[in-house]
């Protein structure tokens, strides 16, 4: 697997569909090059007010699919 470096530029806008969320984004995208002591894997970098809003979005959109699920199937109630 190839590593990158995922720079956020603007997050654009979010969705749910079938179990499946998706987020629209504008993004610098640049192969990580690997070096012995590092691990193999990619690094997401965004600036801290696109991780509020970022997390905002995502509670929203959980608490969303949340209300579709019968009440028997939500997490932690009854």
């Known amino acids: ?3 990158y470096d995922i720079e956020v530029q603007r997050l654009k ?3 749910h569909d079938k179990g499946v969320v998706e987020v ?3 993004a610098l995208v640049m192969t990580r090059s690997v070096r012995d002591d590092q691990a193999g894997t ?5 600036p801290l007010e696109h991780a509020r809003t970022l997390l905002i ?3 929203q959109q959980l608490a969303e699919l949340d209300k579709l699920q ?9």
Do not use: E
């Not at 990619?42 to 965004?46: E, G, I, N, T, V």
């Not at 019968?70 to 009854?78: L, M, T």
């Open 57 to 59: 979005l995502l509670k």
């Open 42 to 46: 990619s690094c997401l970098r965004l």
């Open 13 to 15: 806008s979010m969705r």
């Open 24 to 26: 629209n984004i504008d």
């Open 1 to 3: 697997m190839k590593p």
């Open 70 to 78: 019968p009440r028997s199937r939500r997490s932690g109630r009854a």
